[in-house]
Protein backbone atom coordinates (compact mmCIF):
# COMPACT_ATOMS: atom_id res chain seq x y z
CA UNK A 1 0.00 0.00 0.00
CA UNK A 2 0.78 3.56 -0.56
CA UNK A 3 -0.56 6.65 1.02
CA UNK A 4 -1.60 8.15 -2.27
CA UNK A 5 -4.20 5.03 -2.16
CA UNK A 6 -6.35 7.11 0.11
CA UNK A 7 -6.93 9.75 -1.63
CA UNK A 8 -9.87 11.43 -2.96
CA UNK A 9 -11.12 14.58 -4.32
CA UNK A 10 -13.20 17.08 -1.91
CA UNK A 11 -14.44 20.89 -2.94
CA UNK A 12 -13.68 23.01 0.10
CA UNK A 13 -17.47 23.65 0.20
CA UNK A 14 -18.46 20.24 1.27
CA UNK A 15 -16.70 20.11 4.74
CA UNK A 16 -19.09 21.02 7.38
CA UNK A 17 -18.54 24.07 9.70
CA UNK A 18 -21.11 23.53 11.80
CA UNK A 19 -23.40 20.70 12.68
CA UNK A 20 -26.55 20.00 11.42
CA UNK A 21 -29.57 21.08 13.52
CA UNK A 22 -31.21 19.44 15.06
CA UNK A 23 -28.36 16.55 15.33
CA UNK A 24 -30.55 13.72 13.47
CA UNK A 25 -31.50 16.06 10.42
CA UNK A 26 -28.51 14.37 8.80
CA UNK A 27 -27.45 13.02 6.19
CA UNK A 28 -26.71 8.60 5.97
CA UNK A 29 -25.94 6.87 3.39
CA UNK A 30 -26.36 2.95 3.71
CA UNK A 31 -23.48 1.07 1.85
CA UNK A 32 -23.89 -2.44 1.06
CA UNK A 33 -20.25 -3.79 1.84
CA UNK A 34 -20.24 -7.01 -0.16
CA UNK A 35 -22.43 -6.01 -3.16
CA UNK A 36 -21.12 -2.00 -3.37
CA UNK A 37 -25.50 -1.08 -3.01
CA UNK A 38 -25.85 2.46 -2.30
CA UNK A 39 -28.66 4.15 -0.51
CA UNK A 40 -28.98 7.39 0.65
CA UNK A 41 -31.34 7.53 3.77
CA UNK A 42 -31.79 9.97 6.62
CA UNK A 43 -30.13 9.59 9.58
CA UNK A 44 -33.21 9.59 11.64
CA UNK A 45 -34.17 6.19 9.75
CA UNK A 46 -31.18 4.32 11.45
CA UNK A 47 -33.88 2.27 13.17
CA UNK A 48 -35.13 1.00 9.57
CA UNK A 49 -31.54 -0.24 8.89
CA UNK A 50 -30.86 -2.39 11.89
CA UNK A 51 -32.00 -6.09 13.20
CA UNK A 52 -33.55 -6.49 16.54
CA UNK A 53 -31.31 -9.18 17.16
CA UNK A 54 -28.66 -6.33 16.81
CA UNK A 55 -26.69 -4.88 19.75
CA UNK A 56 -25.77 -1.08 18.95
CA UNK A 57 -22.54 0.08 20.60
CA UNK A 58 -21.72 3.66 21.58
CA UNK A 59 -18.59 5.19 23.24
CA UNK A 60 -19.47 7.95 26.15
CA UNK A 61 -15.87 9.28 26.24
CA UNK A 62 -16.89 13.32 26.83
CA UNK A 63 -14.58 15.51 24.82
CA UNK A 64 -12.48 17.78 27.49
CA UNK A 65 -11.61 21.62 26.73
CA UNK A 66 -8.39 20.73 26.16
CA UNK A 67 -7.03 24.26 23.74
CA UNK A 68 -5.95 27.23 25.76
CA UNK A 69 -3.69 30.35 25.05
CA UNK A 70 -0.21 30.58 26.77
CA UNK A 71 2.77 33.03 27.25
CA UNK A 72 6.21 31.31 27.09
CA UNK A 73 8.93 32.37 29.06
CA UNK A 74 12.09 31.58 28.03
CA UNK A 75 14.82 30.80 30.66
CA UNK A 76 16.66 33.51 28.49
CA UNK A 77 14.15 36.17 29.12
CA UNK A 78 12.13 36.04 26.05
CA UNK A 79 8.79 35.51 25.82
CA UNK A 80 6.23 34.40 22.88
CA UNK A 81 2.69 33.92 22.73
CA UNK A 82 1.80 30.15 22.07
CA UNK A 83 -1.29 27.63 21.59
CA UNK A 84 -0.79 24.69 24.26
CA UNK A 85 -3.21 21.72 23.32
CA UNK A 86 -3.38 19.55 26.41
CA UNK A 87 -3.26 15.81 24.50
CA UNK A 88 -3.16 13.10 27.46
CA UNK A 89 -2.10 13.18 30.78
CA UNK A 90 0.99 11.21 32.18
CA UNK A 91 0.58 11.68 35.91
CA UNK A 92 -1.28 14.06 38.31
CA UNK A 93 0.31 17.27 37.85
CA UNK A 94 1.75 16.28 34.39
CA UNK A 95 0.72 16.34 30.71
CA UNK A 96 1.92 15.48 26.91
CA UNK A 97 0.74 18.51 25.04
CA UNK A 98 1.12 20.07 21.67
CA UNK A 99 2.33 23.82 21.05
CA UNK A 100 2.32 26.07 18.44
CA UNK A 101 4.97 26.95 17.63
CA UNK A 102 6.36 24.55 19.38
CA UNK A 103 10.26 24.24 18.17
CA UNK A 104 12.69 25.09 20.82
CA UNK A 105 11.44 24.52 23.46
CA UNK A 106 13.72 23.84 26.08
CA UNK A 107 13.35 22.04 29.67
CA UNK A 108 12.52 24.35 32.26
CA UNK A 109 10.91 27.20 30.20
CA UNK A 110 7.44 28.35 31.57
CA UNK A 111 3.99 28.76 30.03
CA UNK A 112 2.07 31.52 31.72
CA UNK A 113 -1.64 31.17 31.88
CA UNK A 114 -4.80 33.33 32.04
CA UNK A 115 -3.42 36.56 34.26
CA UNK A 116 -0.80 34.51 35.37
CA UNK A 117 -2.41 32.40 38.32
CA UNK A 118 -1.65 29.20 36.19
CA UNK A 119 1.90 28.30 35.60
CA UNK A 120 3.55 25.06 34.13
CA UNK A 121 7.01 24.48 33.82
CA UNK A 122 8.27 22.59 30.63
CA UNK A 123 9.87 18.98 30.97
CA UNK A 124 11.90 17.09 28.12
CA UNK A 125 10.09 16.73 24.41
CA UNK A 126 9.35 13.77 22.57
CA UNK A 127 9.19 14.54 19.23
CA UNK A 128 6.03 16.37 18.38
CA UNK A 129 4.85 16.42 22.10
CA UNK A 130 5.81 18.22 25.03
CA UNK A 131 5.80 17.41 28.69
CA UNK A 132 4.35 19.98 31.23
CA UNK A 133 3.98 20.07 34.49
CA UNK A 134 1.00 21.88 36.15
CA UNK A 135 -0.56 21.98 39.47
CA UNK A 136 -4.26 21.82 38.12
CA UNK A 137 -4.46 21.04 34.76
CA UNK A 138 -8.79 20.39 34.88
CA UNK A 139 -8.79 23.77 36.82
CA UNK A 140 -6.74 25.67 34.42
CA UNK A 141 -8.70 23.81 31.05
CA UNK A 142 -12.18 24.80 33.16
CA UNK A 143 -11.27 28.77 33.19
CA UNK A 144 -10.13 29.18 30.26
CA UNK A 145 -9.81 25.80 27.84
CA UNK A 146 -11.69 25.68 24.75
CA UNK A 147 -13.30 22.67 22.75
CA UNK A 148 -10.51 21.38 20.51
CA UNK A 149 -12.38 22.19 17.49
CA UNK A 150 -10.48 20.88 14.40
CA UNK A 151 -8.67 23.12 12.26
CA UNK A 152 -10.12 22.46 8.97
CA UNK A 153 -13.33 23.82 10.76
CA UNK A 154 -12.24 27.01 9.77
CA UNK A 155 -13.13 29.33 12.76
CA UNK A 156 -12.81 29.26 16.62
CA UNK A 157 -15.77 27.92 18.87
CA UNK A 158 -18.28 29.01 20.02
CA UNK A 159 -20.43 28.48 23.21
CA UNK A 160 -22.66 26.44 21.04
CA UNK A 161 -20.11 24.21 20.27
CA UNK A 162 -19.66 23.04 24.24
CA UNK A 163 -23.20 20.82 23.32
CA UNK A 164 -22.54 20.43 19.63
CA UNK A 165 -19.51 18.94 19.97
CA UNK A 166 -20.41 16.63 22.57
CA UNK A 167 -22.69 12.84 22.50
CA UNK A 168 -26.10 13.26 24.42
CA UNK A 169 -24.71 10.13 25.78
CA UNK A 170 -21.34 11.59 26.52
CA UNK A 171 -19.99 10.95 30.04
CA UNK A 172 -16.73 9.89 31.09
CA UNK A 173 -14.64 13.19 30.49
CA UNK A 174 -11.04 12.42 28.82
CA UNK A 175 -11.10 12.66 25.35
CA UNK A 176 -9.58 15.57 22.95
CA UNK A 177 -11.48 14.80 19.83
CA UNK A 178 -15.31 13.94 19.95
CA UNK A 179 -15.95 10.34 18.84
CA UNK A 180 -17.98 12.01 16.00
CA UNK A 181 -20.04 8.99 14.74
CA UNK A 182 -22.06 9.28 17.94
CA UNK A 183 -22.99 13.31 17.04
CA UNK A 184 -26.01 12.22 15.00
CA UNK A 185 -27.99 10.52 17.69
CA UNK A 186 -30.64 12.31 19.52
CA UNK A 187 -32.81 10.70 22.57
CA UNK A 188 -35.68 10.22 20.14
CA UNK A 189 -32.83 7.95 17.74
CA UNK A 190 -31.82 6.11 21.29
CA UNK A 191 -35.63 5.14 22.14
CA UNK A 192 -36.60 4.30 18.64
CA UNK A 193 -33.39 2.17 18.59
CA UNK A 194 -34.84 0.62 21.90
CA UNK A 195 -38.06 0.62 20.87
CA UNK A 196 -37.47 -2.36 18.16
CA UNK A 197 -35.95 -4.64 20.94
CA UNK A 198 -32.33 -3.71 19.72
CA UNK A 199 -29.22 -3.35 22.81
CA UNK A 200 -27.32 -1.02 23.56
CA UNK A 201 -24.21 -0.99 24.84
CA UNK A 202 -21.86 1.63 25.84
CA UNK A 203 -18.04 1.21 26.19
CA UNK A 204 -15.20 3.83 26.97
CA UNK A 205 -12.35 4.26 24.65
CA UNK A 206 -10.48 8.25 25.21
CA UNK A 207 -9.81 9.49 21.49
CA UNK A 208 -6.21 10.53 21.67
CA UNK A 209 -4.25 12.92 19.13
CA UNK A 210 -2.94 9.69 17.28
CA UNK A 211 -6.41 9.63 15.73
CA UNK A 212 -5.58 12.96 14.16
CA UNK A 213 -1.99 13.20 13.67
CA UNK A 214 -1.26 13.01 9.81
CA UNK A 215 0.85 9.73 8.32
CA UNK A 216 3.89 11.05 7.30
CA UNK A 217 4.93 7.77 6.13
CA UNK A 218 5.07 6.98 2.30
CA UNK A 219 3.36 3.09 3.30
CA UNK A 220 0.53 3.50 5.39
CA UNK A 221 1.57 0.38 7.70
CA UNK A 222 4.77 1.79 8.69
CA UNK A 223 3.14 4.44 10.36
CA UNK A 224 2.68 3.91 14.61
CA UNK A 225 -0.83 4.70 15.85
CA UNK A 226 -0.12 5.95 19.59
CA UNK A 227 -2.22 4.03 22.19
CA UNK A 228 -5.68 4.92 23.90
CA UNK A 229 -7.02 4.67 27.19
CA UNK A 230 -10.60 2.37 27.16
CA UNK A 231 -12.75 0.88 29.64
CA UNK A 232 -15.31 -1.65 29.69
CA UNK A 233 -17.65 -2.74 31.91
CA UNK A 234 -18.98 -5.91 32.62
CA UNK A 235 -22.48 -5.48 31.93
CA UNK A 236 -21.43 -3.95 29.06
CA UNK A 237 -18.62 -7.22 28.21
CA UNK A 238 -21.42 -9.41 29.36
CA UNK A 239 -23.99 -8.38 26.79
CA UNK A 240 -21.82 -7.98 24.26
CA UNK A 241 -19.99 -11.50 24.62
CA UNK A 242 -23.89 -13.14 24.93
CA UNK A 243 -24.24 -11.74 21.53
CA UNK A 244 -21.23 -12.84 20.15
CA UNK A 245 -22.08 -16.60 21.38
CA UNK A 246 -25.49 -15.90 19.75
CA UNK A 247 -23.93 -15.08 16.29
CA UNK A 248 -26.04 -11.62 16.40
CA UNK A 249 -24.85 -8.42 14.51
CA UNK A 250 -22.36 -5.80 16.49
CA UNK A 251 -22.86 -2.71 15.03
CA UNK A 252 -20.08 -0.14 16.18
CA UNK A 253 -21.09 3.54 16.42
CA UNK A 254 -17.48 5.16 15.31
CA UNK A 255 -14.02 3.91 14.46
CA UNK A 256 -13.02 4.66 17.94
CA UNK A 257 -15.88 1.66 19.20
CA UNK A 258 -14.68 -0.61 16.60
CA UNK A 259 -11.03 -0.18 17.64
CA UNK A 260 -11.75 -0.63 20.58
CA UNK A 261 -13.85 -3.99 20.43
CA UNK A 262 -11.72 -5.15 17.96
CA UNK A 263 -8.44 -4.68 20.07
CA UNK A 264 -10.10 -7.07 22.75
CA UNK A 265 -11.19 -9.69 20.29
CA UNK A 266 -7.27 -9.71 18.92
CA UNK A 267 -5.75 -9.68 22.49
CA UNK A 268 -7.99 -11.62 24.35
CA UNK A 269 -10.35 -13.74 21.62
CA UNK A 270 -13.48 -11.99 23.57
CA UNK A 271 -14.85 -9.02 25.46
CA UNK A 272 -12.74 -8.81 28.65
CA UNK A 273 -14.23 -6.40 30.93
CA UNK A 274 -11.15 -4.00 31.90
CA UNK A 275 -8.95 -1.04 31.25
CA UNK A 276 -6.13 -0.35 29.66
CA UNK A 277 -4.27 1.20 26.32
CA UNK A 278 -5.80 -0.29 23.30
CA UNK A 279 -3.19 0.11 20.29
CA UNK A 280 -4.81 -1.70 17.26
CA UNK A 281 -3.93 -0.14 14.19
CA UNK A 282 -6.82 -1.09 11.16
CA UNK A 283 -5.73 -1.04 7.34
CA UNK A 284 -6.66 -3.11 4.68
CA UNK A 285 -6.53 -6.29 5.21
CA UNK A 286 -7.79 -6.62 8.45
CA UNK A 287 -9.51 -9.75 9.98
CA UNK A 288 -12.53 -8.75 11.53
CA UNK A 289 -13.45 -10.51 14.93
CA UNK A 290 -16.54 -9.25 16.01
CA UNK A 291 -18.03 -5.76 14.36
CA UNK A 292 -20.38 -6.60 11.93
CA UNK A 293 -22.25 -3.02 10.92
CA UNK A 294 -20.22 0.14 11.29
CA UNK A 295 -21.40 3.54 11.24
CA UNK A 296 -19.11 6.46 10.73
CA UNK A 297 -18.88 10.08 9.48
CA UNK A 298 -16.88 10.81 6.33
CA UNK A 299 -12.95 10.78 6.74
CA UNK A 300 -9.51 13.04 5.74
CA UNK A 301 -7.41 11.77 2.75
CA UNK A 302 -4.74 9.71 4.12
CA UNK A 303 -6.06 9.38 7.53
CA UNK A 304 -6.03 6.11 9.55
CA UNK A 305 -9.61 6.72 9.92
CA UNK A 306 -10.27 6.37 6.44
CA UNK A 307 -8.33 3.75 6.22
CA UNK A 308 -9.84 1.64 9.19
CA UNK A 309 -13.52 2.13 6.70
CA UNK A 310 -11.49 1.01 3.97
CA UNK A 311 -10.16 -2.20 5.57
CA UNK A 312 -13.94 -2.92 6.62
CA UNK A 313 -15.52 -2.65 3.01
CA UNK A 314 -12.85 -2.56 0.81
CA UNK A 315 -10.80 0.43 -0.50
CA UNK A 316 -12.45 0.76 -3.89
CA UNK A 317 -16.08 0.46 -2.44
CA UNK A 318 -15.33 3.09 0.23
CA UNK A 319 -13.71 5.10 -2.51
CA UNK A 320 -16.47 5.12 -4.30
CA UNK A 321 -18.90 5.40 -1.70
CA UNK A 322 -16.83 8.99 -1.31
CA UNK A 323 -17.11 10.08 -5.06
CA UNK A 324 -21.25 9.14 -4.55
CA UNK A 325 -20.90 11.29 -1.15
CA UNK A 326 -19.47 14.06 -2.85
CA UNK A 327 -21.54 14.32 -6.13
CA UNK A 328 -24.48 13.88 -3.86
CA UNK A 329 -23.76 17.06 -2.12
CA UNK A 330 -23.15 15.32 1.19
CA UNK A 331 -21.27 17.33 4.27
CA UNK A 332 -17.98 16.00 5.34
CA UNK A 333 -15.80 15.39 8.41
CA UNK A 334 -16.78 15.54 11.97
CA UNK A 335 -19.90 17.59 11.54
CA UNK A 336 -20.64 16.35 8.59
CA UNK A 337 -23.11 13.46 7.39
CA UNK A 338 -22.43 9.92 8.41
CA UNK A 339 -22.59 6.77 6.83
CA UNK A 340 -23.25 2.86 7.82
CA UNK A 341 -21.56 0.02 6.26
CA UNK A 342 -23.39 -3.00 6.24
Known amino acids: MHISDFDYYLPPERIARTPAEPRDASRMMVL??????????????????????????????????????????????????????FAAPLGEHVWQVLCKPGRRIRSGDRAIFGRGEFVGIFQESTGDLHVLELESAESLLK???????PPYIGREPTPADDASYQTVFGLRPG??????????????????VRSRGIEIATITLHVGIGTFLPVRTERPEEHILRPEVYEV??????????????????????????RTLEFLMLRYGRIEPGSGYADIYILPGFEFRIVGALLTNFHLPRSTLLMLAAGFCGRDAILKAYEHAVAANYRFYSYGDCMLMM
Open 32 to 85: DSRGGNIVDASFRNLPDFLRPTDVLVLNDTRVIRARTRARLERRNGSTREMEVF
Open 143 to 149: SYGQMPL
Open 175 to 192: AVAAPTAGLHFTTDVLNA
Open 233 to 258: STPAATMLQTAVREQRRIVAVGTTTT
